[in-house]
């Protein structure tokens, strides 16, 4: 089975500048969740979707990120304009369910960014 | 809300010593509890859930964990440390009333010759 998928790995951009990072869950998987983890630190949620909706962006910057998930299989993630704060690993996950009832999320490779 | 707490965030042992990683948590009725491990430039790995069917877990590379109500506790254990345990393991809650996952700060393990 193909784990979660993320492009690009590693990404290198000037403040004030825009970028995207994507994802790919696991076939079949409802819920998927994106994660800014800053170092030294876990992972905190950003946004998690069940299939094409929002479930919660509650901790997601809405004047600067974005997200979306057309067809409730791929999703992208855009931060416009870029901070230097923003410099962090960005972790895509799926599960089947949602974790309120103990479902196992799986993690992709994460995407490194570095804002200067 | 739901949390957990990490003691230590960094935990040094020597090859073939027994790991403790530690991990409470708070949560006003009975929570889903994992822990999972990252290594360097990579994802986060699932070791092992607690999802109330039992209160001792068994994961994979041999670590365990044991789930204490009257502790509010959740601690990481194998009885033997390998080189290739060294990383960082993150303690994480979700339910409870909560519908995501929270995250400890982690522990970063080095394991010594």
């Known amino acids: 089975e193909a784990g979660v998928a993320q492009s690009p790995r590693y990404k290198i951009i000037e403040k004030r500048q825009s970028v995207a990072f994507w994802c790919n869950p696991i076939?079949?998987?409802?819920?998927l969740y994106w994660y800014q983890q800053i170092l030294g630190q876990g992972p905190k949620l950003l946004i998690q979707?069940?299939?094409?909706?929002?479930?919660?962006d509650s901790q997601l910057p809405k004047d600067r990120f974005s997200a979306e998930r057309l067809k409730g299989v791929d999703s992208t993630l855009k931060i416009q304009p870029a901070k230097l704060e923003d410099s962090a690993v960005y972790l895509c996950?799926?599960?089947?369910?949602?974790?309120?009832?103990?479902?196992?999320?799986?993690f992709g490779p994460g995407t490194r960014l570095l804002v200067l | 809300a739901q949390s957990v707490t990490q003691l230590g965030s960094h935990v040094s042992v020597s090859e073939g010593a027994l790991v403790l990683l530690r991990c409470n948590y708070s949560s006003s009725v009975p929570p889903y509890l994992f822990w999972y491990v990252q290594y360097p430039n990579q994802g986060l790995q699932l070791l092992l859930k607690?999802?109330?069917?039992?209160?001792l877990v068994k994961g994979i590379n041999g670590f365990e964990a044991e789930f204490k109500k009257s502790e509010t506790s959740f601690h990481l254990t194998k009885p033997s440390a390998h080189m290739s345990d060294a990383a960082e393991y993150f303690c994480a809650v979700s339910g409870g009333g909560g519908n995501k996952l929270t995250f400890g700060t982690g522990t970063q393990l080095k394991v010594e010759l």
């Open positions: 996950a799926s599960s089947y369910g949602d974790p309120g009832r103990g479902e196992t999320q799986y």
């Open positions: 979707f069940q299939n094409n909706g929002v479930v919660d």
């Open positions: 607690y999802t109330s069917a039992a209160t």
């Open positions: 076939s079949g998987h409802a819920t």
